[in-house]
């Protein structure tokens, strides 16, 4: 049924651990335990050899877009390998049964630990700096280190996947993209994406460039500090976007950052993911920053948070201040 490889990409793949349907059955206690649920299927639990454990994501006959998901994922997963990408362990294709055998990521996703789904703790905020460090470096990967580049296109909280360290890695890349030539820098597509973290000049234009993740990547940024809903119709700006720039407007910027913090953060460091995360969702993809220069940022907040000094809140205060006065009003994007 792997007709969507080419001969070269077969010879690849079978170097690959290839189950049977029986085998998937038996690895997943006739699929017992159920991780999670996406436009794909169901992902369940798994244990390869009783010592490997794995999570097997299992194509639904009802899914309109599976099989398209599933020859995407193949293909990105057979030639991409980084720390920061969730790896593939194996697959099975046995007549109408397609699966997808991943490592398994034991504490689930970020928008689990935010919302506080997966356990009673509170996600430090060093703790998500070292995951938005992880995410930026996985996707920096697939925008420079991939040739042809790759566009993830479905950057959110919930396909950030922490394992057993709480080293996020990035996943589902069932609506990823390449550029066909190693040269061209966009490409025309149909849109796709998630609701609020799409990017809205790729929304406009059907012009999908690298840029577009950066600009999905903001807005977890905006996640991780402000632990918010993307969009909430109740708030007097229902996109974060648009609420994080006219609270920081107001002046009102203690009401910014996740009060689950209980203030436990190098000011400094909080107030730069904010410019920087805004710096991601401005509404020109051209002035948006590059993954590149996104990692070397986080890179030297966590730098500040791991070097906290004698500093008062009152001089943090005044820098955070003047960091909004000077913030540039035309990142904010209409709420869509």
Known sequence: M???????????????????????QEMTNNF????????FGVV????????QQVAVKLLSPSSSQGYKHFKAEVELLMR????????????????????????YMPNGDLKQHLSRKHGGFVLSW?????VAVDAALGLEYLHTGCKPPMVHRDIKSTNILLNESFQGKLADFGLSRSFPLANETQVSTVVAGTPGYLDPEYYQTNWLTEKSDVYSFGIVLLELITN???????????????????????????????????????VGSVWKVIELAMSCVNISSAIRPTMSQVVNDLKECVASENSRTGETREMNSMSSIEFSMDMDTEVIPKAR
């Not at 017992?32 to 436009?39: A, M, S």
């Open 2 to 24: 792997l007709d969507i490889l080419n001969i070269q990409n077969r010879h690849f793949f079978s170097k690959k651990i290839r189950f049977t349907y029986f085998e998937v």
């Open 32 to 39: 017992k335990r159920v991780l999670g649920e996406g436009g």
């Open 44 to 51: 369940y639990h798994g244990c390869v050899n009783d010592t």
């Open 80 to 103: 991409v390998h980084h720390i920061n990408l969730v790896s593939l362990v194996g697959y099975c294709d046995e007549g109408d049964h397609l699966a997808l055998i991943y490592e």
């Open 126 to 130: 060093k703790s998500r700096l070292g």
């Open 228 to 266: 918010r809903p993307i969009i909430q119709q109740s708030r007097e700006k229902p996109h974060i976007v648009e609420w994080v720039g006219f609270v920081v407007r107001t002046g009102d910027i203690g009401n910014i950052i996740d009060p689950n913090l209980h203030e436990d953060y190098d």
